[in-house]
């Protein structure tokens, strides 16, 4: 049935079905068409910063290649988005690098309004978990009270595994970190079962919370048949349950760092915490230049023989002038000395040190991925 329509003037006059379905495609494109903004022009990088960008990709590449083990490395230039990577989308062990999206995810449930940072939290014997765990030594017969504030800087700067765990726990447990993880956009990373299920499978053994104490852990996995506990070790090797790409950590280390993840406030408290972290002195952090500033979290796993399953280092680069580059040195399997690690990721913040001073004039060039990127 036709349908009366008013000229502009008064007069009306009768269009059909048929002839409004046909009219809307039409009427879409002018709609389109009075709307549509042309994008900026994408501004090409300058000579000098193709030259510094060639330039840190190829000694992150003699880097990873010199490497006695496997390793990953990332960089990303935090303002322009621009990034390189060696061996970048492969997932390695994050080990206590996943303390990082406990962090995020208890922050995200403060800033709305789901977690009290502040509420007194007690923990008694049932919490202690196990490896590095200061805390526990704090406490007594009638437990130990203090904050999620307290815990999580605790957790970050010195890599305690209870206070850890309790956070993720009185946070919604893993389920709540991935939801984190889905809900932010953040892909590349997987997070584990928590500390406790976590070392227990790596080592082949089903957790029983006996292993807590008087280092019950490391006598029932001492006490395991050998072929039994490589065969674990080598399962989480290949396919680690923890495991997180460099590249992924890096656009999340990004994200923090431009806001994009937390509130103001509580993107200025994890940061803050993070730059005053107490382990790892001579990973990223002693590669540091005069005025350089580093918020990381280091990562360390269990070893087997002479093979170490994890040995991490993560963080934000922050030159004099206030540029910020994200960092991450993941290292999945190797018997290299400490002192080759370490200096693998010394080499590796020196190199970004070199290239922030080559393009010095490095500025947003209209894109966050444009030219050249140096992931592989």
């Known amino acids: 049935m036709a349908k009366a329509h008013r000229r502009p003037g008064g007069r009306t006059f009768k269009v059909g079905r048929k002839g409004l379905l046909a009219a809307l495609p039409l009427v879409a494109i002018l709609a389109a068409a009075a709307t549509y903004q042309p994008a900026s022009p994408v501004q090409p990088w300058s000579a000098e910063q193709l030259s510094a960008q060639r330039a840190l990709d190829a000694q992150i590449r003699a880097i990873g290649n010199t490497f006695n083990g496997d390793i990953g490395i990332a960089v990303k230039d935090v303002q322009t988005g621009w990034r390189t990577a060696f061996d970048g989308n492969t997932y390695f062990p994050q080990q206590s690098v996943s303390k990082f999206w406990v962090a995020l995810t208890a922050l995200d449930k403060a800033d709305r309004g789901e977690l009290s940072l502040t509420r007194p939290v007690t923990l008694t014997k049932s919490d202690i978990t196990l490896f590095h765990q200061p805390v526990a030594a704090q406490i007594g017969p009638s437990g130990y009270t203090t904050t999620i504030t307290s815990l999580m800087t605790r957790a970050l700067q010195q890599s305690d595994n209870t206070c850890n765990d309790a956070v993720l726990w009185r946070a919604g447990g893993p389920e709540a970190v991935r939801a ?175 290239f922030h001073d080559q393009a010095d004039d490095y500025r947003f060039a209209g894109s966050r991925q444009s030219g050249v990127d140096g992931t592989r």
């Not at 080598?234 to 431009?258: C, F, H, N």
């Not at 796993?301 to 040195?329: E, F, K, M």
């Open 180 to 354: 984190f993880l889905r809900n932010k956009g953040i892909s590349g990373i997987r997070f584990g079962p928590g500390e406790r299920l976590l070392q227990s499978e790596i080592a082949g053994l089903e957790w029983k919370q006996a292993y807590a104490s008087n280092r019950g852990f490391y006598a029932a996995r001492d006490a395991l048949p050998l072929a039994k506990r490589r065969a674990a070790f080598e399962k989480y090797i290949a396919s680690p349950m923890d495991g997180a790409t460099p590249l992924g950590i890096v656009d999340a280390l990004a994200r923090l760092k431009r806001g994009e993840l937390l509130s103001p406030a509580s993107t200025d408290r994890l940061l803050s915490i993070m730059s005053n972290t107490k382990t790892g002195p001579q990973r990223l952090k002693g590669g540091l230049g005069a005025g350089w500033r580093l918020a990381h979290k280091t990562g360390t796993g269990q070893v087997l023989g002479s093979v170490q399953a994890g040995y991490n280092d993560i963080g934000i680069l922050t030159a004099p002038d206030g540029h910020s580059y994200a960092v991450a040195v993941m290292i999945r399997r190797t018997s290299a000395p400490l002192a080759e690690r370490m200096a693998a990721m010394q080499r590796t913040v020196r190199s970004v040190i070199a």
